[in-house]
C-alpha cells in the first residue's frame, strides 16, 4: 500500500485487518531525521525511536521528523490497540555508509509481536 496524505485514522483499520491474515507481515518505511549534523539527527531520530518503543504515537509530536510518520503513528495506534510491544531491531544513519557526518538521515527497522 502506497499513501501520500492520508490520514492514520484511514490506515489504521487497514492494517489492523491486514494482521488478521495468515502467513502476511506488514512494513511501515520511512526515513527518519534528514540532512542534519550526526549529533541533531540522533538527537531527532531518539524521539522517533522512544515512541516506537513505547508503543505511544503522541510522542512523534515531540519533534519526530520521519517522513512516513502517518504510517507509523497508524502501526503504533494497532500495535497499542492489540497490546503489541515493540523491538527496536537496528538503527543507522547514512553516516554509516558514507562517512559524512554533517548531512546525515536516519533508519531503524522495529518489530512489533
Given at each position: 500500500?502506497?499513501?501520500a496524505y492520508?490520514?492514520?485514522?484511514q490506515?489504521?483499520p487497514i492494517?489492523?485487518?491486514l494482521?488478521?491474515?495468515?502467513?502476511?507481515a506488514v512494513?511501515?518505511?520511512?526515513d527518519?531525521?534528514?540532512?542534519?549534523?550526526l549529533d541533531?539527527?540522533?538527537?531527532?531520530?531518539?524521539i522517533?525511536?522512544?515512541?516506537?518503543q513505547?508503543?505511544?504515537s503522541s510522542?512523534?509530536h515531540?519533534?519526530c521528523?520521519a517522513c512516513g510518520k502517518?504510517?507509523?503513528?497508524?502501526m503504533?495506534d494497532?500495535?497499542?490497540?492489540?497490546g503489541l510491544?515493540?523491538?527496536?531491531?537496528?538503527?543507522?544513519?547514512?553516516?554509516?555508509a558514507s562517512?559524512d557526518n554533517e548531512r546525515?538521515?536516519?533508519y531503524?527497522?522495529?518489530?512489533?509481536?
Amino acid at each position: 500500500m502506497v499513501y501520500a496524505y492520508a490520514d492514520p485514522v484511514q490506515l489504521s483499520p487497514i492494517i489492523d485487518y491486514l494482521l488478521n491474515l495468515p502467513d502476511l507481515a506488514v512494513v511501515i518505511s520511512t526515513d527518519l531525521s534528514h540532512y542534519h549534523s550526526l549529533d541533531q539527527a540522533k538527537k531527532l531520530d531518539s524521539i522517533c525511536l522512544e515512541a516506537i518503543q513505547h508503543v505511544n504515537s503522541s510522542m512523534l509530536h515531540q519533534g519526530c521528523e520521519a517522513c512516513g510518520k502517518i504510517g507509523v503513528k497508524a502501526m503504533l495506534d494497532i500495535a497499542k490497540k492489540r497490546g503489541l510491544e515493540a523491538t527496536l531491531l537496528d538503527y543507522r544513519t547514512s553516516a554509516d555508509a558514507s562517512g559524512d557526518n554533517e548531512r546525515v538521515v536516519g533508519y531503524a527497522s522495529a518489530l512489533f509481536q
